[in-house]
């Protein structure tokens, strides 16, 4: 999940102050994580522990109140509320990706991701959104190729991926939608020449920069892996409760590693 981590790391900064080009600097003395890198550990720490997820949830927020989070979700999180709020919104997503590493086969990942997005996002396109996320990784992850993680997508998840990244920048506002923010996320995947190219992808469509980072790191860091570099970058913004969490997930669940590469 440090594809995740990263994304949203490179992203922070450029939420509501929209870019259309892929020139800028990765990352800055101001970029930081933000609610997608807490949400995401909470969903690995659920998934190492067996913990409540709802708990799991309320708690991280109460530690991390001033992450970035969406009203709706804030509120649900700080009221410690525990019904869902039929949210669509991409914040099932951003958070998803844990589940992929954690079971051998899509069918449990596709219910994990569900119950991931549920407790929350009990809108179908807050579930669809979630597992979409969720199928890619686990596909990039077990070495699916790019052509075959698109199929999959297209195919049992309905969304359109054939739309060239030039066109959607060109159209592209900012969108906290599944379905308007998801799919624009895994082409800037699926358009990538490696690792940073997708963050630099996903960020220079102007739109939710943060969270379509996270969503396009976390495929590309199971796909290509994370380099090196970007990885000691992303870290060293954690502090040591978050960075605990993330290295006992990678050593439960092993990372990939490569010649320059740590996933």
């Not at 039929?86 to 954690?102: E, L």
């Not at 308007?180 to 699926?190: I, K, Q, T, W």
């Not at 870290?235 to 006992?248: E, G, H, K, S």
């Amino acid at each position: 999940m440090i594809g995740a981590i990263a994304g949203d790391v490179a992203g922070s900064i450029h939420e509501g102050s929209p870019r259309k080009s892929k020139d800028f600097e990765l990352f800055g003395a101001r970029h930081r994580f933000t609610d997608d890198t807490v949400l995401t550990v909470a969903v690995a720490e659920w998934i190492l522990d067996g913990s409540d997820l709802v708990d799991t949830l309320h708690d991280y927020v109460h530690r991390y109140p001033r992450a970035g989070y969406g009203g709706t979700f804030l509120n649900w999180a700080l009221t410690r509320d525990r019904k869902p709020y039929g949210s669509w919104g991409n914040g099932s997503a951003m958070r998803v990706s844990p589940v992929a590493y954690a079971f051998d086969s899509m069918e449990p990942v596709l219910a994990a991701a569900e119950r991931s997005a549920a407790v929350t996002h009990d809108h179908p396109e807050g579930i669809r959104g979630a597992q979409a996320t969720a199928a890619a990784v686990f596909l990039a992850r077990t070495g699916a190729d790019k052509p075959a993680i698109r199929r999959f997508v297209e195919s049992r998840f309905g969304y359109d991926l054939s739309t060239p990244l030039d066109a959607i920048r060109a159209a592209h506002t900012f969108d906290v939608s599944c379905q308007g923010s998801v799919p624009p996320a895994l082409v800037s995947f699926l358009e990538a020449n490696d690792f940073e190219d997708a963050l630099r992808n996903a960020i220079s469509l102007g739109g939710d920069a943060d969270t379509m980072a996270c969503i396009a790191g976390a495929v590309a860091g199971a796909h290509f892996g994370v380099p090196a570099a970007i990885e000691r970058e992303t870290l060293t913004r954690l502090d040591p409760p978050l960075a605990a969490v993330v290295a006992r997930f990678r050593e439960r669940f092993g990372p990939r590693v490569g010649d320059e590469v740590v996933g």
